[in-house]
């Protein structure tokens, strides 16, 4: 009897869990638009009701993934680069601040995530490094990514809020001209209600939001080793074999 009692009390608080959660998910993604004037004003509302910096942490991802567009002819143009003249030609494919265009790629994506957590009192990091399949020696430059760290309750955890986006959020096309590139965000823009539309179907992929280190490891390798945040890193040459 006591057995059952337990079970239905686990299953009761992940119902609640589940719960706060989509509410959570929620608030991020339907922000009324007199609160998306500036970021300050929209962190401000984002996290107002929380005072718990998981719940903090969650709704700005959920806000990321649900406003933010990826940025694919930026990645096709910056592949399209050795990774030694990529630093050279920064300005060149930079398409501007993301908060203005809401589109980018993993830097950009990190580094928005970033400002907004320290604007809600949380601190946070962006972790460069390499992350993917197929990562060797040689062509470890095509698999460069950017992600987080947000400390929770005073521990570090992991958000990658470009793999968190799950649906239709990539934009496909060839290499362009940067006047293209302008002239594709223009017309995304003026299709707005289209995009919108495609961005409602998003859902957030939970694995990548407070991942373990254990986890984290087996598909992100950072720069600095201390943010494996494991207690015995491992070596490049493991993480590739």
């Given at each position: 009897?006591?057995k059952k009692?337990?079970?239905?009390?686990?299953?009761?608080?992940?119902?609640?869990?589940?719960?706060?959660?989509?509410?959570?998910?929620?608030?991020g993604k339907?922000?009324?638009?007199?609160?998306?004037?500036?970021?300050?004003?929209?962190?401000?509302?984002?996290?107002?009701?929380?005072?718990?910096?998981?719940?903090?942490?969650?709704?700005?991802?959920?806000?990321?993934?649900?406003?933010?567009?990826?940025?694919?002819?930026?990645?096709?143009?910056?592949?399209?680069?050795?990774?030694?003249?990529?630093?050279?030609?920064?300005?060149?494919?930079?398409?501007?601040?993301?908060?203005?265009?809401?589109?980018?790629?993993?830097?950009?994506?990190?580094?928005?995530?970033?400002?907004?957590?320290?604007?809600?009192?949380?601190?946070?990091?962006?972790?460069?490094?390499?992350?993917?399949?197929?990562?060797?020696?040689?062509?470890?430059?095509?698999?460069?990514?950017?992600?987080?760290?947000?400390?929770?309750?005073?521990?570090?955890?992991?958000?990658?809020?470009?793999?968190?986006?799950?649906?239709?959020?990539?934009?496909?096309?060839?290499?362009?001209?940067?006047?293209?590139?302008?002239?594709?965000?223009?017309?995304?823009?003026?299709?707005?209600?289209?995009?919108?539309?495609?961005?409602?179907?998003?859902?957030?992929?939970?694995?990548?939001?407070?991942?373990?280190?254990?986890?984290?490891?087996?598909?992100?390798?950072?720069?600095?080793?201390?943010?494996?945040?494991?207690?015995?890193?491992?070596?490049?040459?493991?993480?590739?074999?």
């Amino acid at each position: 009897m006591i057995k059952k009692i337990s079970v239905f009390l686990l299953f009761f608080i992940s119902l609640i869990h589940i719960a706060c959660a989509s509410a959570v998910d929620n608030r991020g993604k339907n922000v009324p638009s007199q609160y998306d004037t500036d970021m300050k004003t929209l962190v401000d509302y984002l996290v107002k009701p929380y005072t718990r910096d998981e719940d903090k942490a969650r709704v700005i991802l959920s806000w990321i993934v649900y406003h933010i567009d990826y940025d694919q002819y930026k990645l096709n143009t910056m592949m399209d680069y050795t990774p030694r003249l990529r630093a050279r030609k920064q300005n060149e494919i930079s398409t501007g601040d993301i908060w203005q265009t809401r589109i980018g790629v993993c830097d950009d994506i990190a580094e928005l995530y970033q400002r907004m957590a320290l604007m809600a009192g949380l601190d946070s990091v962006v972790i460069t490094g390499y992350a993917g399949n197929g990562v060797t020696d040689r062509n470890k430059g095509n698999f460069r990514h950017a992600w987080n760290a947000v400390k929770i309750d005073g521990k570090w955890e992991f958000v990658d809020p470009t793999w968190a986006m799950q649906g239709d959020y990539r934009e496909g096309g060839n290499i362009v001209s940067k006047r293209q590139h302008a002239r594709e965000i223009e017309r995304r823009e003026s299709g707005l209600t289209n995009v919108k539309k495609k961005r409602s179907n998003r859902q957030i992929d939970d694995r990548w939001f407070m991942t373990k280190p254990q986890e984290m490891i087996k598909s992100h390798y950072p720069d600095d080793p201390k943010w494996q945040l494991l207690a015995r890193p491992r070596s490049f040459a493991s993480f590739i074999s």
